[in-house]
């Protein structure tokens, strides 16, 4: 895994302030997840989502556990169908263990994305379009803060059938 220098905020959050650290933090998280990873997402930031390793991460968490799951909200899906997406590549492959959801227009203000491995770890960027953020790795009131959050959304959202399709 890339290490690069982030400011420690605690022994287990740090500050995060570029891509390169917004994608080793994702990754971070992602590999932290034993069962369960839930992803709030504007577009599934290719600059994020669509790397190499963290797709792997995604792949072996989904297939070495059968009880594992992916759900992600998905704020604006759009540019994902248009312009394709290697997650959604994996997801239509991987259908049973992961799940995209478009939010609802009426739940759209919020612009950040987050990223949680089960009920401990989190990335968390204010706004999607920037790469500051943090990483928590082991906080699980936050985590749960952000997993409320989530799944009151979830409920209210519909699956996203266009990153279920195949396009020829």
Not at 37 to 50: F, G, I, K, S
Not at 84 to 96: D, M, Q
């Amino acid at each position: 895994m890339v290490q690069t220098q982030r400011q420690s905020v605690t022994g287990t959050r740090s500050i995060i302030a570029t891509l390169d650290e917004a994608r080793a933090a994702t990754q971070q998280v992602a590999f932290a997840a034993r069962r369960l990873l839930t992803m709030y997402t504007q577009d599934l930031e290719p600059a994020v989502y669509d790397q190499p390793q963290f797709l792997e991460t995604v792949k072996k968490l989904v297939l070495a556990k059968s009880y594992a799951k992916v759900r992600v909200l998905l704020a604006d899906p759009s540019r994902v169908v248009y312009e394709g997406s290697k997650f959604v590549h994996l997801a239509r492959r991987i259908t049973s263990h992961i799940e995209i959801r478009r939010v609802k227009s009426q739940n759209r203000d919020n612009q950040s994305a987050f990223l949680i491995a089960d009920d401990r770890a989190l990335v968390y960027r204010l706004q999607a379009s920037r790469w500051e953020g943090i990483i928590e790795m082991n906080d699980p009131m936050v985590a749960r803060r952000y997993l409320n959050y989530f799944d009151e959304i979830w409920i209210a959202s519909e699956p996203e059938a266009e990153t279920r399709q195949q396009h020829l």
